[in-house]
């Protein structure tokens, strides 16, 4: 019987076309489930019996005093809880009084759902942890158990990678994993063997890219003693090691052509020979290869065989960047936070849904590897609330790293353009922007209105630096004068600006621009 805790999310809301996005949006992080009610007075009499880790608080016109009367309920003097309230229009000065009085966050309809969720992992991810840890510390530890959160992702391209690959690991199939590297390949590799009826048996990674070629046939096959120069014993190879369990072959490419021919006749006759024996031994092993290269343009180019491609190519699976699955990145980095954290020793760091949106903007060329290495380095640097200066520099923007991070390849702002890489258009300053200034002035109050956040009632945020107001505001400023340029286009604009159209939507919002955008 397991003995996980489930934790509990509170929805406060009567309106059927919001919860059904929040449910969902509950049930895809690991760990939790949600309650409903209809009204705030509902919410108060039922907190105690509920106990809730957050509160989502849906709050219609003229009912923000509901949210903040529940804040001052008793039960939040002894247990804090984190807040995020809905409302249905923007409004800033409401806004600003919700994060005063202590709440989290303000979303606004129609819900940024990737958002949503993301708040709902970082700001469950310490209470669930504390529980992990306390369940592991409290039982002996068990070998082979393996942790599937990796793969509770919110993009329908991984998951119906996963849910196929659930039923080819049933078979004997041979699986053939295509994809940039970091992308994941490897995961969905064990994710075979962790399904498959072998899963109680070893799982054995050779990276042929990094084997010398003359060690290649001897890593794979073994050999005898007296085989060639300095085979002083016998050895057993990966295919005999490996036994009935998984053998996985990553970066196979990289085998010479010589090696290639080699592979291709031990799999399909299912027999080997250890180098320097003529003794035949059986393969019992299930294959499982992965390359991060094209291989219908290798075996173009000469560099791999027709006929062992085809053979591999039983069931190929496409494992998409993490650039075009962007819903992936919150519960990754959720999980890579909380998997660190525990390694380390160090409380779970809280990533503020404000530098989100540097997550949102960034192409990811390492993919899911480069996040991993983005939220270990968080955990070793930051406290308890990340800060910007806590991610790696290419994070924190073009201007700070020097280097152009819209695309797969990292080159200089001002370097030599490449044939195929993505030249922003420049924004044109015309002689005279009239919207400028006043919707410039608007915004810059409703910055002021959020500068006034008093820290000691919401810890989460801090009063922003003198420097990031300017930051802000120059932002502010660009935006505007885009959508001058553009005559109102939010897709035109988004090109101007050299950000996707979701992220200046998101902007628009955050600085009450919405008025400003057409379609």
Request: glycine share 6%; proline share 6%.
């Amino acid at each position: 019987m397991s003995s996980k805790k489930i934790h509990s999310v509170l929805l406060v809301s009567s309106d059927s076309t919001l919860i059904e996005p929040v449910r969902n949006a509950v049930h895809s992080v690991r760990g939790c489930r949600i309650s409903v009610v209809g009204t705030g007075a509902d919410c108060e009499s039922q907190l105690d019996v509920l106990d809730p880790v957050l509160i989502v608080y849906h709050a219609t016109e003229g009912d923000a005093g509901s949210a903040e009367r529940l804040i001052g309920n008793p039960f939040f003097r002894n247990k804090p809880v984190a807040t995020v309230v809905v409302r249905d229009r923007h409004d800033g000065e409401i806004t600003a009084t919700l994060l005063r009085s202590g709440v989290v966050d303000v979303l606004v309809r129609p819900l940024d759902l990737r958002r949503l969720v993301f708040l709902i992992e970082s700001l469950t991810l310490r209470v669930r942890y504390t529980a992990s840890s306390a369940a592991q510390s409290s039982q002996p530890a068990a070998s082979g158990v393996r942790d599937p959160g990796w793969m509770h992702c919110g993009s329908p391209a991984v998951a119906g990678i996963a849910e196929r690959l659930q039923r080819v690991a049933k078979t004997d199939a041979t699986v053939l994993l295509t994809g940039e590297t970091g992308s994941g390949k490897s995961r969905f590799a064990k994710l075979v063997h962790d399904e498959s009826p072998r899963s109680h048996l070893p799982f054995l990674v050779v990276n042929c890219g990094a084997l010398s070629p003359n060690l290649i046939e001897s890593e794979l096959f073994g050999h005898c003693r007296g085989a060639f120069s300095g085979a002083d014993c016998d050895r057993i190879g990966k295919f005999e090691a490996a036994g009935q369990g998984t053998l996985f072959l990553d970066d196979v490419e990289a085998l010479p052509l010589e090696v290639q021919g080699r592979l291709l006749r031990a799999i399909d006759e299912r027999m080997f020979e250890r180098v320097g024996s003529n003794r035949l031994q059986q393969i019992e092993a299930r294959i499982v290869v992965a390359s991060n290269k094209d291989l219908v343009a290798e075996v173009a180019a000469d560099r791999f065989r027709e006929d062992l491609y085809f053979r591999l190519n039983v069931v190929e699976f496409r494992v998409p960047p993490l650039r075009s699955r962007r819903e992936d990145i919150p519960p990754l980095a959720a999980g890579f936070l909380e998997r660190f954290a525990f390694q380390y020793g160090r409380p779970v760091p809280v990533l503020p849904p404000e530098l989100f949106s540097l997550f949102e903007t960034y192409d990811w060329p390492g993919n899911v590897r480069q996040l991993r290495n983005a939220m270990e380095r968080v955990v070793t640097l930051s406290d308890v609330v990340v800060k910007q200066e806590d991610l790696p520099i290419e994070l924190q923007g073009p201007a700070a790293a020097g280097l152009d991070v819209r695309r797969d390849r990292l080159q200089p702002v001002n370097g030599p353009a490449e044939a195929g890489h993505y030249e922003p258009v420049t924004v044109r300053h015309g002689s005279s922007l009239p919207a400028v200034e006043p919707r410039l002035a608007a915004a810059e109050e409703e910055l002021s209105d959020s500068d006034l956040l008093d820290s000691s009632a919401h810890p989460w945020v801090k009063p922003l630096s003198a420097l990031a107001r300017a930051r802000l505001r120059g932002e502010v400023r660009k935006i505007i004068e885009a959508l001058n340029v553009t005559k109102n286009n939010r897709s035109l604009a988004a090109r101007e600006l050299g950000i996707s159209r979701v992220a200046l939507y998101k902007k628009l919002h955050k600085y009450g621009l919405m008025d400003l955008a057409g379609e």
